[in-house]
C-alpha cells in the first residue's frame, strides 16, 4: 500500500509531452520520518541547473525493492507531479516488514533517478545508531562532514534546523555563493532549498538512510519568533513571508504529507520512535513561541538580556501550549528506557555573567518557565532516561539538567554547526566560572555527533573535520560522553 501525494488524477491534466532537456532528478531523492510499516520516499522534478521545471503535472512512477539491484520489486505504483508543489514527490508507504531495509528509485520524462536506502523500524532493538547534524551554511563550509556521517552507516539522520540559511554574511571566508537575494517569497525558498540540494555530499546522505527533519529560524528568518521578526514587521506583514517558507521547507523534506497536508495550520512536532528502545519527540520551538521577552512590539533579534523578569514569566511559552500538552502524554505513557527530545536551541541555563543575570534570548533561557514544567515532566515516573538534543549555537556542549537542590533530571548533548562558521571569541564569556553545570564545550571546531544507543548506555561521540571549508578534509572524534542507564547524566568516556 502507498499513501502518495502522487495521486491518482485524470490523464488528461498530465503533460504527456513533457521530456526531459537534463536530469530532471537533479535534486537527489530522500527517505524520512520511519515507522514500523514504512516511510516517505521524495524527490522533486526540476530543469536544468536546478531551474523549476517548465511543464504541466507530470507523471512519476516509483519503485520499492529488497535489494539495490532491484531484481525483487514489492512495490510499484504511479501518479502525478504537480507546479503547484513545485513538482515536488511525496510517497507515504505503509504496509512493509519491520525491521528491514528497502530500495527506492523513481522514473519520469523518460529518466530514472538515482538509487535510495530507506528502512522500517523494527519491533524490538537493542541498539540504534544516529546521526545528529545542525546549522549548514552553503556559503561558509563544504559539506564534507556527510562523507563520514555515511561512512558510519547511522540508522537515522535527526538534523536539529537551519538545514537552509537565508542570510549570506559579508564577514569571513566565502567557499562559494548563494548567487541570489535573500529569499522573500515562495519562488525565492524553493530556489535556495533547490541549490542546497545539488549538493553532492548532502544528496549522498540523504540516499543512504532515513532522515528525521525539524525546522529552526534560518529556514525563514533569522532569530523569528511566532510572527515577530527582527525587521519588526507587523504580524500581517510578516506572516506571507512565513507561509512562503514553511511551504518549500515542506515540499523539499522527505516529510509524511499526512502529517501536514490535511492540517489548517502546518504542524512539524510529531513522534518517530524505535522499537521498544527509544521514544523520540521531535519538537518545533519556533513557530508557537511568546513573543521575546523585554523586546518591542513584533521585533525578535537573539540580544543579552540583563535582569529581564518577563523571561521567567509563567505564561510564556517556547513550544505552545497544544505541543506541551502532546509532549506531556507522551511523557506520561513512556514504556521505552530511553527518552529522547530532539529541539533546535539551547536548553540549559547559559548565564553570560557571574551573578546569573545575563543570558540571550533567543534560547530556552528566554522561556524559562516552560523549561521548568518540561524538566518537571521529565521527572515523571515512566521517564527512566531522558536526554535532550540541541543545534543551533554551532559548537558542541555537554550539559546537566538539574533541580535547584542540584538533583540531575537529564542531559543535553548539542551538535555543533555541520558547516557554518564558529561563533565570535567571548560570545558566552566564561563559560567554567559561570556555569558549573556545563561538563563539556568545544567553541571552535565544526562536525557532528554520532549517539549509539543501547540499552544500558548512551554514548555521544563529538566528531570534528579540520577544514570545513575543503570537503576532503578528515573527520576524527574530538570527545565522547556516555550516560549509563539510570544515571541521568554524561560522563566522559
Not at 505503509?94 to 523518460?110: E, K, N, T
Not at 505552545?320 to 511523557?331: D, F, I, K, N, V
Not at 571552535?444 to 555521544?460: F, M, N, P, S, Y
Request: include cysteine; charged fraction near 20%.
Amino acid at each position: 500500500m502507498a499513501m502518495a501525494s502522487l495521486a491518482v488524477t485524470p490523464l488528461g491534466v498530465v503533460d504527456a509531452a513533457a521530456c526531459a532537456q537534463a536530469d530532471p532528478f537533479g535534486l537527489g531523492v530522500a527517505s524520512g520520518d520511519p515507522g514500523r510499516d514504512g516511510f516517505v520516499l521524495w524527490t522533486r522534478l526540476v530543469g536544468a541547473f536546478a531551474e523549476p521545471l517548465a511543464a504541466d503535472a507530470v507523471e512519476v512512477r516509483y519503485e520499492l525493492s529488497t535489494d539495490p539491484g532491484f531484481r525483487h520489486i514489492i512495490r510499484a505504483g504511479r501518479g502525478v507531479a504537480y507546479p503547484a508543489r513545485a513538482h515536488a514527490v511525496h510517497v507515504e508507504i505503509v504496509g512493509l516488514r519491520a525491521g528491514r531495509a528497502y530500495w527506492y528509485r523513481f522514473h519520469a520524462m523518460g529518466v530514472t533517478s538515482p538509487i535510495g536506502r530507506a528502512a522500517t523500524v523494527p519491533d524490538t532493538a537493542d541498539r540504534l545508531k544516529i546521526a545528529m547534524t545542525s546549522c549548514q551554511h552553503w556559503e561558509q563550509a563544504r559539506f564534507g562532514v556527510y562523507r563520514d556521517i555515511v561512512a558510519a552507516e547511522p540508522d537515522i539522520i535527526l538534523q536539529l534546523g537551519d538545514y537552509v540559511y537565508e542570510q549570506s554574511y559579508s564577514d569571513g571566508v566565502k567557499v562559494r555563493e548563494f548567487g541570489a537575494p535573500e529569499p522573500r517569497d515562495l519562488d525565492g525558498y524553493r530556489r535556495r532549498h533547490a541549490l542546497y540540494k545539488t549538493d553532492p555530499e548532502l544528496q549522498a546522505a540523504h540516499r543512504t538512510c532515513p532522515w528525521i527533519v525539524t525546522w529552526d529560524d534560518h529556514e525563514v528568518l533569522n532569530d523569528y519568533a511566532g510572527l515577530a521578526n527582527r525587521e519588526g514587521l507587523s504580524p500581517s506583514a510578516f506572516a506571507p513571508r512565513r507561509a512562503a517558507a514553511y511551504q518549500a521547507y515542506f515540499e523539499h523534506m522527505p516529510i509524511r504529507p499526512s502529517l501536514w497536508r490535511a492540517l489548517s495550520q502546518p504542524r512539524l512536532y510529531r513522534a518517530v520512535d524505535w522499537a521498544n528502545l527509544a521514544s523520540l519527540s521531535v519538537l518545533d520551538t519556533r513557530q508557537y513561541r511568546s513573543a521575546p521577552p523585554c523586546a518591542l512590539p513584533n521585533v525578535a533579534r537573539n540580544v543579552r538580556l540583563d535582569s529581564c523578569a518577563e523571561a521567567t514569566a509563567p505564561q510564556r511559552t517556547i513550544m505552545g501550549a497544544a505541543q506541551e500538552r502532546w509532549l506531556s502524554t507522551r511523557l506520561s505513557r513512556e514504556t521505552r528506557p530511553w527518552s529522547l527530545i530532539a529541539q533546535q536551541v539551547f536548553f540549559a541555563p547559559l548565564w553570560l555573567d557571574g551573578t546569573h543575570h545575563v543570558t540571550f534570548s533567543d534560547q530556552w533561557d528566554g522561556y524559562a518557565a516552560n523549561r521548568d514544567r518540561l524538566l518537571d515532566e521529565l521527572r515523571g515516573p515512566a521517564v527512566r532516561n531522558p536526554v535532550i538534543l540541541s543545534g543551533d549555537v554551532h559548537s558542541f556542549w555537554i550539559n546537566d539538567l538539574n533541580r535547584a537542590d542540584g538533583t540531575p533530571v537529564a542531559a543535553e548533548i548539542v551538535t555543533s554547526a555541520l558547516g557554518a562558521a564558529s561563533p565570535p571569541t567571548g560570545r558566552f564569556g566564561d563559560v567554567a566560572r559561570n556555569n558549573p553545570h556545563v561538563r563539556y564545550h568545544n567553541l571552535q571546531q565544526a562536525g557532528w555527533v554520532l549517539l549509539d544507543i543501547e540499552k544500558t548506555r548512551l554514548t555521544a561521540d563529538m566528531r570534528v573535520i579540520a577544514d570545513r571549508t575543503d570537503v576532503t578534509s578528515p573527520v576524527i572524534s574530538a570527545s565522547k560522553f556516555v550516560c549509563q542507564v539510570g544515571d541521568r547524566r554524561m560522563v566522559a568516556a
